[in-house]
């Protein structure tokens, strides 16, 4: 008996109950599509976060004052640092580190600001003119901070979008002053509109000169230098270059943690990987409940076809005649319910998107691969056993059956 | 043809043994036409099944064309029934989702046969019994009797030297259970060797051997024409 003519006999008994081959189908459509979906929205989750992070610029170095043991993961600005990060240790990276385009000192904090009666609890940031490339965030109106202010220690403010519309509204903001926890500011400029980015409202900032935050907040230590390198081969060399800068700087003591932006990729990229396998496991689950699903199935069919199977037998089939015909039926229910589940899974991770912004999919070949294969080894594995049961079916017996 | 010798079947019923044939010799010669009776519980039907290779003996020799049968294995009996023993059932036990055509060429497709082949050779018979103008109807459109010549067609289809009937007329009517003794006795002439088992006297008068079980023994074997 060949292959073709087993098909079409597995093909006209699932053809024949159609009602019942659907049901059994949906038990492993629902499970495909499930994975397919999940693992979807986890790998989009993944993409997103890595767009977004490269997006606030590339080849960032992020250097914290304290020392963590650990390479990359997010490390808060701690307080009761042993040895501070100074302005002055940022102008000496930006003078010896060759390797280097920038390295902009960061302090940052909340505070409040106000305009005549209106006031609003927002983020402040001291920084140097070089923030803008950076980080990849203009000013639109007016001017950013200049060199001059820095050295300076000038009370002037360049305004988020949000800031200056909370406070502002449709007025002209340049040239204004506003209370910055309690000190004069002048508003020397508007930033471009940038949006929300990892769950941070980047409109709702106030930048200030370094120096000035540095007042404002009452330290004379830097939170952060972000220094970023023109090529990411250079990365590795760059770090060799800051620690010896810093190092000599701070008694030969590394009491400074380096992060790069590849390595704070890879610990999210590790995170939301273990998410998505995670997702991907639990639609698993139902996915090996369909399969339960059809080897319940196959097994109400072996016995309703039992006299079927024993008719073939008298005429000539043997154990493994009957053994494929019943795999074969069980196989085509998983293939075709997984085919069709793939069609959905991947149907509604591209519709989704469209509808819902804030849930991002990204469909992979490999979860493609890896549910259809999934799915036809549970007919091979769930179809064994009715088939198995099918094929040792005494004729006799199975003749006589009602 | 056949050779039966201290043929014994034992069935194990929880503690007890059931022996259901013990010591039965047989000889069957090519082209006999030979009824089996006797009442329930006789044995005919596991003397059947013995002979049909669907089951195998406890203890004894069964030798069909000189073949030693008994120490096959399940694929080779299953080749054994399908080359060389055609089927008839009381109950018919066509495939309800077939077509008479696609019932008569099963067994076709367990020999290997491509399916043009099978057309080819399941047509003809079908129109030796009668069935041309119904081959694509399926078995619940057809009559007992119009299904009972299906399953004929399809005991035949590999032309087998030995055909065994199970009461072949026990769910008929007289007139249909005719036809069908009218087709069997027909393709005895042609040489077919033929086994009925009835409980029909009328059926039993028309075969030329009538063979009696009793308790799992033969009591009786006359030529009777």
């Known amino acids: 008996m060949n292959f073709l003519e087993t098909f079409r006999v597995s093909f006209e008994a699932i053809l024949s109950n159609k009602v019942?081959?659907?049901?059994?189908?949906?038990?492993?459509i629902i499970g495909v599509m499930a994975v397919i979906l999940l693992v979807s929205i986890g790998e989009g989750a993944r993409v997103y976060i890595t767009k977004e992070l490269t997006g606030l610029g590339t080849n960032l170095l992020i250097i914290q004052p304290g020392k963590t043991s650990t390479s990359g993961g997010f490390h808060p600005p701690s307080a009761g640092t042993v040895r501070k990060l100074t302005y002055d240790d940022a102008q000496a990276l930006k003078r010896r580190a060759w390797l280097l385009t920038d390295a902009v000192p960061l302090v940052f904090g909340t505070g409040r600001i106000k305009f005549g009666n209106l006031g609003r609890d927002t983020m402040?940031?001291?920084t140097t003119p070089e923030f803008q490339r950076v980080r990849n965030l203009y000013v639109d109106t007016g001017s950013f901070i200049s060199q001059g202010d820095v050295d300076s220690k000038a009370k002037i403010v360049v305004l988020g979008t949000k800031v200056k519309e909370e406070l502002f509204g449709d007025q002209n903001a340049l040239g204004k002053v506003v209370m910055l926890s309690d000190a004069r500011y002048r508003v020397v400029g508007v930033m471009r509109k940038k949006g929300t980015s990892l769950g941070m409202d980047i409109d709702d900032v106030v930048y200030v000169p370094v120096t000035s935050g540095q007042e404002l907040f009452d330290t004379d230590s830097l939170f952060e230098i972000i220094a970023s390198t023109p090529r990411a081969e250079d990365t590795d060399r760059a770090i060799a270059q800051i620690k010896d800068i810093l190092m000599?700087?701070?008694?030969?003591?590394?009491?400074?943690?380096?992060?790069t932006q590849g390595a704070m990729l890879d610990t999210m990229n590790t995170i939301l990987g273990v998410l998505t396998a995670v997702l991907g496991g639990i639609a698993g689950i139902s996915l090996l409940v369909g399969g339960i699903g059809i080897m319940n199935i196959m097994l109400v069919s072996v016995r309703e076809r039992t006299r079927e199977i024993g008719i073939r037998?008298?005429?000539?089939?043997?154990?493994?005649?009957?053994m494929a015909q019943f795999m074969i039926e069980a196989m085509t229910l998983s293939g075709a319910g997984g085919i069709i589940g793939i069609l959905i899974g991947v149907g509604l991770a591209l519709i989704i998107p469209v509808f819902i912004d804030v849930l991002p999919t990204s469909v992979s070949a490999w979860s493609i691969l890896m549910a259809f294969t999934f799915s036809a080894a549970v007919g091979v594995f769930f179809g064994v056993y009715p088939a198995r049961k099918a094929a040792l079916q005494d004729p006799i017996?199975?003749?006589?059956y009602e | 043809m056949i050779e039966l010798a201290d043929i014994t079947k034992t069935y194990r019923m929880g503690e007890v043994d059931i022996t259901v044939l013990s010591d039965v010799s047989l000889k069957v010669r090519q082209g006999e036409l030979i009824a089996i009776m006797g009442p329930s519980g006789s044995g005919k039907s596991t003397l059947m099944n013995i002979i049909g290779c669907l089951d195998r003996p406890t203890s004894g020799v069964y030798r069909f064309e000189q073949r030693e049968i008994s120490t096959l294995s399940d694929d080779e009996l299953a080749s054994v029934r399908n080359v060389k023993i055609g089927f008839v059932f009381q109950t018919f036990n066509l495939l309800p989702r077939f077509s008479a055509l696609k019932n008569v060429e099963v067994p076709l497709i367990y020999s290997g046969v491509p399916a043009r082949v099978r057309r080819e050779r399941a047509i003809p018979l079908l129109e030796q019994v009668g069935l041309s103008e119904r081959m694509h109807h399926k078995p619940t459109e057809l009559s007992g009797g119009q299904q009972q010549r299906v399953a004929i067609a399809r005991a035949l289809v590999n032309h087998p030297p030995l055909l065994l009937a199970d009461e072949p007329t026990g769910n008929l009517d007289s007139r249909s259970g005719e036809e069908i003794l009218k087709i069997l006795t027909g393709l005895n002439n042609q040489g077919v060797t033929i086994i009925i088992v009835t409980h029909d006297p009328g059926v039993?008068?028309?075969?030329?051997?009538?063979?009696?079980l009793k308790d799992g023994q033969i009591v009786g074997d006359q030529v009777t024409a």
Do not use: Y
């Not at chain 1, 030969?252 to 992060?259: P, S």
């Not at chain 1, 017996?397 to 006589?400: C, F, G, T, V």
């Open chain 1, 397 to 400: 017996q199975a003749l006589r």
């Open chain 1, 124 to 126: 402040i940031i001291g």
């Open chain 1, 20 to 28: 019942r081959s659907g049901l059994t189908m949906l038990g492993v």
């Open chain 2, 204 to 212: 039993a008068a028309r075969c030329k051997r009538n063979i009696h």
């Open chain 1, 313 to 322: 037998k008298a005429l000539g089939a043997r154990n493994k005649d009957i």
């Open chain 1, 248 to 259: 000599k700087r701070h008694a030969h003591k590394e009491d400074f943690t380096l992060q």
